[in-house]
C-alpha cells in the first residue's frame, strides 16, 4: 500500500488551468520591450564563446613563444660558455 501512495504522489496529473492561471501566462504587450529575443541572446552567447577562445590561443601563444625563446637563450649560453 506504501508503495501505491508514493507512486501516486510522484505522478504528474494534467490539469486545466485555471482563469487566473491563463491571466498570468497571456501576453502582456505592455512587458514586451523587456522580453529577450532568443536570436540575439544565442549570437550574443556565441560571441562570448568565441571570445574565450581567441583569449585562451593567444595565452598559450605567448607561453609557448616564451617558452621557445627561453630555450633559445638556454642553447646561446651554453654554446658560448
Same mark, same amino acid.
Given at each position: 500500500?506504501?508503495?501505491?501512495?508514493?507512486?501516486?504522489?510522484?505522478?504528474?496529473?494534467?490539469?486545466?488551468?485555471?482563469?487566473?492561471?491563463?491571466?498570468?501566462?497571456? *501576453?502582456?504587450?505592455?512587458?514586451?520591450?523587456?522580453?529577450?529575443?532568443?536570436?540575439?541572446?544565442?549570437?550574443?552567447?556565441?560571441?562570448?564563446? !568565441?571570445?574565450? !577562445?581567441?583569449?585562451?590561443?593567444?595565452?598559450?601563444? *605567448?607561453?609557448? !613563444?616564451?617558452? !621557445?625563446?627561453?630555450?633559445?637563450?638556454?642553447?646561446?649560453?651554453?654554446?658560448?660558455?
Amino acid at each position: 500500500k506504501t508503495e501505491d501512495s508514493i507512486s501516486l504522489s510522484r505522478r504528474r496529473f494534467h490539469v486545466e488551468p485555471g482563469p487566473r492561471e491563463k491571466a498570468l501566462l497571456a *501576453e502582456d504587450s505592455s512587458l514586451k520591450q523587456f522580453k529577450s529575443h532568443k536570436k540575439s541572446v544565442w549570437r550574443l552567447k556565441r560571441i562570448g564563446d !568565441v571570445l574565450t !577562445v581567441v583569449l585562451v590561443a593567444g595565452c598559450c601563444h *605567448e607561453i609557448y !613563444v616564451k617558452a !621557445v625563446m627561453r630555450e633559445e637563450a638556454r642553447k646561446q649560453a651554453s654554446g658560448s660558455a
